[in-house]
């Protein structure tokens, strides 16, 4: 390991600090926005979750964080994370069981057809279906994080530090493979709700939708990949840059 001065520890701390803010709320917001899954109308049968949406930024920021902090890193802000939606899913159970306000429900008690509203109704049962992916996530997310480092720093230490596409790309294939199946599993087939319960085959269908959406992404997100890290080496210099890729193959 190489030592780091004061200044150079304050700048890693900067960027490990301003990465976290990225994957946390990247990774919160992919869970709460997960229950809905919509169709892409250009292709027939295709769905997916809205939360796979924002899990590109999460690959990113796992592979930067890999890159310069090591598998420590990664570790550690996958804990921190879990962590934080267990807290989410705590509150978001209690607020289901709180009694609604009756001015809250008459304001809300038509949709825009004039029909009949339950709205607490829809709140209790958007979010505690919320739950459910918050369970399901929080198991397959610590399955694909593990994942992911490992296959990263091995590719990594393979390449002897070169073809960056390969480590971030090869790294997030793997891992989501499993992600994108464990999670649905639990969330829409074991958890679900009574009588909203999915068959195997939408497990399936919707997960492998999932999975090719995030195989091309991983894609073509390759020249963020080259960006960020040309940024953060600028930010760093030569010489920390070095420093941190260095200590990071031995964390």
Do not use: C
């Not at 027939?44 to 902090?69: M, Q």
């Amino acid at each position: 390991m190489q030592k780091l001065n004061v200044v150079e520890e304050k700048k890693l701390n900067n960027i490990f600090i301003f990465l976290t803010g990225i994957f946390v709320t990247n990774a919160i917001l992919a869970e709460i926005l997960g229950t809905k899954i919509f169709d892409i109308s250009l292709i027939k049968d295709f769905n997916l979750s809205v939360g796979v949406l924002i899990w590109p930024v999460v690959f990113i920021t796992t592979d930067i964080i890999n890159e310069y902090f090591g598998q420590k890193g990664v570790k550690k802000i996958s804990y921190f994370t879990i962590l934080l939606i267990s807290y989410a899913f705590i509150i978001i159970y209690l607020s289901t069981k709180l009694s609604p306000n009756t001015y809250w429900l008459n304001i809300n008690k038509y949709d825009p057809d004039g029909n009949l509203f339950n709205i607490d109704y829809a709140y209790n049962t958007i979010f505690l279906q919320s739950i459910g992916i918050i369970i399901g996530s929080i198991f397959a997310f610590l399955i694909a994080q593990l994942l992911d480092v490992i296959v990263f720093q091995k590719i990594k230490k393979i390449t002897k530090g070169r073809l960056i596409w390969l480590r971030a790309t090869g790294s997030t294939v793997i891992s989501q493979l499993i992600d994108s199946y464990i999670v649905l599993l639990i969330a829409f087939y074991f958890l679900a709700p009574e009588g909203k319960e999915w068959s195997i085959y939408q497990v399936f269908n919707v997960g492998s939708d999932n999975y090719l959406f995030k195989f091309s992404v991983a894609i073509l997100i390759t020249p963020i990949i080259y960006l960020s890290h040309f940024l953060i080496d600028k930010y760093l210099g030569k010489s920390l840059s070095e420093k941190a890729k260095s200590n990071a193959l031995l964390r």
